[in-house]
């Protein structure tokens, strides 16, 4: 399975960029795809999931400012942010799973900066 996440890069604070992620090769039928996070000087953190059948799971954090969703004909979940802060600056990563979550694939990553 091969990640390939885009939509990242300098926004300014209030900004409201949209993160897509497409998935390929042999991906699971029934899966959870999700965004993850890394900000500076934290471990790697939940952002939001949803599974192939429309369930989300979002962080606290991110209720309210934070969207996710997936069009499952394109392999592609889709993380909509509104109104950045700088402390949401960091290194999102996407992630392609079975149901179990136990069987799992990362993408590379993509830097969104928060920055005036």
């Known amino acids: 399975v091969q990640l390939q996440a885009s939509g990242g890069g300098l926004v300014q604070p209030g900004g409201s960029p949209r993160l897509s992620c497409a998935a390929s090769g042999n991906t699971f039928s029934f899966n959870v795809m999700g965004w993850y996070r890394q900000t500076p000087g934290n471990e790697r953190e939940l952002v939001a999931t949803?599974?192939?059948?429309?369930?989300?799971n979002v962080a606290d954090y991110a209720v309210g400012r934070f969207a996710i969703s997936r069009d499952n004909a394109k392999n592609t979940v889709y993380l909509q942010m509104y109104r950045l802060k700088p402390e949401d600056t960091g290194v999102y990563y996407c992630?392609?799973?079975?149901?179990?979550?136990?069987?799992?694939?990362w993408g590379q990553g993509t830097q969104v900066t928060v920055s005036s």
């Open positions: 949803i599974t192939s059948g429309g369930s989300t």
């Open positions: 992630k392609h799973s079975d149901y179990s979550q136990r069987n799992e694939y």
